[in-house]
């Protein structure tokens, strides 16, 4: 086992990232499933950090390659 996915290589969660906050948001449960090193940590992480951000009145800010 490794450390997490660094967000640099963080690619290509532009549907599934706003996916997961709203199924969230609608107080549904979600379960992450996937062959290690998929990005599944990292995934809730950016969310984590977006609702941070939000929290904090600031605007997401997203690393994510075509994000925001």
Not at 30 to 49: A, D, I, P, S
């Amino acid at each position: 086992m490794g450390d997490w996915v660094d967000a640099k290589r963080f690619f290509h969660r532009d549907d599934e990232l706003p996916f997961l906050e709203e199924t969230l948001r609608d107080g549904t449960n979600v379960l992450l499933t996937g062959q290690c090193r998929m990005g599944k940590t990292r995934l809730v992480r950016e969310l984590l950090r977006d609702w941070q951000r939000a929290w904090l009145g600031l605007p997401p800010m997203r690393l994510i390659e075509g994000g925001r």
